[in-house]
């Protein structure tokens, strides 16, 4: 389904991601890890086509993306939930869902059945929200535009624990519907691990190791050596 092939890329003139493969089947969930700044959210950039590519192919069902604009990716099949989440802060929950809406099986009311906090939100402003429904109103606004593959950045970042719990249980509920394919960068390990059925590891613009999460469970050295210190994992 997706095939990212020899990517190398960055931002300007600087180059952070070198020569990245990736594939994905249609409903896998990868998660990448890595230590701050190795490249993990320009590799979602590059894939969406928001940072600088210099080389390397990305494939859609056998489409080739990477000469497209962001909103050429967006039509083929790929949504982005942005680590800044991006939310129209004058727009109600519901506007902000029906301005990226797309024919397909995520309408706006599945989204809310998968995030009841929405509904009962619907008719606030983006900026209004908390955190937490701010993410969710992120990742709702990708999924009702009928994605193939979800690139989903950090969406545990800056929640509270308890909002990273509920955001969890809605999490688990979507990587395993295996509606869509998930490539998913998260700081937590424990929920990267959780929600993948394959985890990669970046360090310094490259892909590591790859292995599944129950691998990486078995495997506190390799994860504190590769992750740093917020790796333990039970
Ligand atoms: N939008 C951007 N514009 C310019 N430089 C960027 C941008 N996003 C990231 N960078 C730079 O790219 C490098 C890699 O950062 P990146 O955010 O890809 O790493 P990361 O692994 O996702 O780290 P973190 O977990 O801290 O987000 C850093 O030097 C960062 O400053």
């Known amino acids: 389904m997706l095939e990212v092939e020899h990517l190398t890329g960055g931002w300007g003139p ?58 050429e990716r967006c039509r083929a099949g790929l949504g982005l939930v942005p ?63 009928n994605p193939k593959v979800l690139l989903m950045d950090e969406p545990t970042e800056g929640l509270a624990p308890i909002i990273v719990e509920q955001l969890m249980d809605s999490l688990k509920m979507l990587a395993s519907s295996k509606s869509l394919a998930i490539v998913l960068v998260e700081q937590i390990v424990e929920v990267a691990l959780e929600l993948a059925d394959r985890c990669v590891i970046m360090d310094r613009g490259q892909i590591v190791h790859t292995a599944s999460p129950d691998e990486l469970r078995g495997n506190q050295a390799l994860l504190s050596d590769l992750m740093g210190l917020h790796a333990n994992v039970s």
Not at 119 to 141: T, V
């Open 14 to 71: 600087t180059t952070i991601v070198e020569d990245l493969s990736l594939r994905l089947a249609a409903g896998e969930v990868v998660s990448i890890i890595g230590r701050n700044g190795v490249g993990k959210t320009t590799t979602l950039e590059l894939i969406s086509g928001r940072a600088r590519r210099v080389s390397g192919t990305i494939r859609l069902d056998g489409k080739p993306l990477e000469a497209l604009p962001v909103f």
């Open 83 to 145: 680590q800044s989440r991006e939310i129209f802060p004058n727009l109600t929950v519901t506007e902000n869902l029906s301005a990226a809406a797309r024919r397909g099986d995520w309408t706006m009311d599945r989204v809310m059945d998968l995030f009841p906090s929405l509904r009962r939100r619907a008719r606030n402003l983006g900026r209004q929200l908390s955190g937490g429904e701010l993410q969710m109103l992120a990742i709702g606004r990708a999924l009702v535009g």
